[in-house]
C-alpha cells in the first residue's frame, strides 16, 4: 500500500504540472510583434488611424500661405521694362514704381526717375531736390513683368 499513495502523489503532481504547464502555454502565446506583422498590415493602420485623426491644420495652413503670396503679388506693384529716347538716344531699364514712401527706382542707373507715365514721359534727375537737373525722356514701350525679370537676369 505504501507504493499505491507514491504514486498517487505522482499522479497528483503531475496533473498540478499538467495544470501549471497549460497555463504557461497559454500565457506564452501572445500577439505577434511588431517585427513578424506583415508591412501592408501595418502600412494599413497608419492609414487609418491617419485618416481618424480630427481636422488636421496643415493643409489650411498651406492655403492661408499660399492666399498671403498671392494677395502680396497682386497689391505689390511689379517692375516694368521700359524703352525711353532722347535725341535718338535709345535705352531700356527696369523701372519699379515704388511703395508708399519708397522713391520709384531704375535699377540700372543712379539717376532718380519722375515719372509721368500716362504722358509717356519719364524725368530723370540727378539731384531730388533741384527740378533744373532733370532731363526729359520720351517712353517708347513700356513691358511687363516677365521682360524685366528676363532683363535683370541676362544684364
Not at 23 to 33: F, M, T, V
Not at 71 to 89: A, C, H, R, S, W
Request: aromatic share 6%; net charge positive.
Amino acid at each position: 500500500m505504501s507504493n499505491n499513495p507514491n504514486k498517487q502523489k505522482k499522479q497528483k503532481k503531475q496533473a498540478l504540472l499538467g495544470q501549471v504547464q497549460g497555463k504557461h502555454q497559454a500565457r506564452i502565446k501572445r500577439a505577434p510583434q511588431p517585427s513578424q506583422v506583415p508591412l501592408e498590415q501595418v502600412a494599413a493602420q497608419t492609414a487609418t488611424a491617419i485618416e481618424q485623426q480630427p481636422g488636421s491644420k496643415k493643409p489650411l495652413g498651406k492655403w492661408i500661405t499660399l492666399a498671403i503670396i498671392t494677395m502680396l503679388i497682386l497689391i505689390f506693384p511689379k517692375p516694368k521694362l521700359i524703352t525711353y529716347e532722347k535725341l535718338g538716344l535709345v535705352s531700356q531699364s527696369v523701372y519699379w514704381d515704388g511703395l508708399p514712401g519708397i522713391d520709384p527706382i531704375l535699377f540700372d542707373s543712379h539717376l532718380h526717375p519722375r515719372p509721368a507715365l500716362e504722358r509717356n514721359t519719364l524725368y530723370l534727375c540727378a539731384d531730388q531736390t533741384n527740378p533744373d537737373s532733370c532731363q526729359r525722356y520720351q517712353i517708347l514701350e513700356q513691358a511687363g513683368f516677365i521682360s524685366a525679370l528676363k532683363k535683370l537676369i541676362l544684364d
